[in-house]
Nanobody
């Protein structure tokens, strides 16, 4: 059983930046593909087990960067040039290894509790 806890949410003005962190415990972090989702569990970004492969929803490409530190059991989401439409509850999730990064919530077995990100216009 993997436990995931998100940190780093908050409120920023349009154009601002935030970095979300997700700390994992209770499992072997490096064996999981990790993803970030928002709103109704819509895919935002994903990263492979060792970080060599990433994927993003088109609306965040060029603005968001997902990364991970397997030594710290943590995955990050750096969000730059934030827009009001990025306002949402963001969730991190863990997927048991597959050859591709899953883009649907049903592919992920473990979830954090979610954290609010608000971008003011």
């Amino acid at each position: 059983q993997v436990r995931l806890v998100e940190f780093g949410g908050g409120m920023v003005p349009t154009g601002g930046s935030l970095r979300l962190s997700c700390a994992a415990s209770g499992g072997t972090f490096s064996t999981y593909t990790m993803g970030w989702f928002r709103k109704d569990r819509d895919f935002v970004a994903g990263i492979s087990r060792r970080g060599g492969m990433t994927d993003y929803v088109d609306s965040v490409k060029g603005r968001f960067t997902i990364s991970r530190d397997n030594g710290k059991n943590t995955v990050y989401l750096q969000m730059n040039n934030l827009k009001p439409e990025d306002t949402a509850v963001y969730y991190c999730a863990a997927q048991s290894w597959r050859p591709t990064i899953g883009k649907t919530a049903s592919e992920y077995a473990f979830w954090g509790q979610g954290i609010q990100v608000t971008v003011s216009s």
